[in-house]
Nanobody, 125 residues
Framework: QVQLVESGGGLVQAGGSLRLSCAAS????????MGWFRQAPGKEREFVAA???????AYADSVKVRFTISRDNAKNTVYLQMNSLKPEDTAVYYC???????????????????WGQGTQVTVSS
């Protein structure tokens, strides 16, 4: 059974940092793009960042420079380092895995087959 489990969320003051982790089990994803999404209350889920099988990265404009996505294939884990956090970053953060091998760095949302349960990030002003 494939599982993605996020961790590292919490409450932080504006300007602070958090590092989210997404640990995969049940299969390896070294040949798959991985992504982070977030959903704030009353809003639709939105793309945050993605990393391809070849470590190419892409970011939403709202998080560029502040967030960094990375992966450790030996640990089957993807990370999201979040710096200079703002109250508007408050959301539930989800990681997801593209079902395709060697796909593009930013797969269409429909290509993400596996999703985690999410981890809450709250940034206080």
């Amino acid at each position: 059974q494939v599982q993605l489990v996020e961790s590292g969320g919490g409450l932080v003051q504006a300007g602070g940092s958090l590092r989210l982790s997404c640990a995969a089990s049940g299969r390896t994803f070294s040949r798959n793009a991985m992504g982070w999404f977030r959903q704030a209350p009353g809003k639709e889920r939105e793309f945050v960042a993605a990393i391809s099988w070849s470590d190419k990265t892409a970011y939403a404009d709202s998080v560029k420079v502040r967030f960094t996505i990375s992966r450790d294939n030996a640990k089957n884990t993807v990370y999201l380092q979040m710096n200079s956090l703002k109250p508007e970053d408050t959301a539930v953060y989800y990681c997801a895995a593209d079902r395709r091998f060697y796909g593009s760095v930013v797969p269409p949302v429909s290509a993400y087959e596996y999703w985690g349960q999410g981890t809450q990030v709250t940034v206080s002003s």
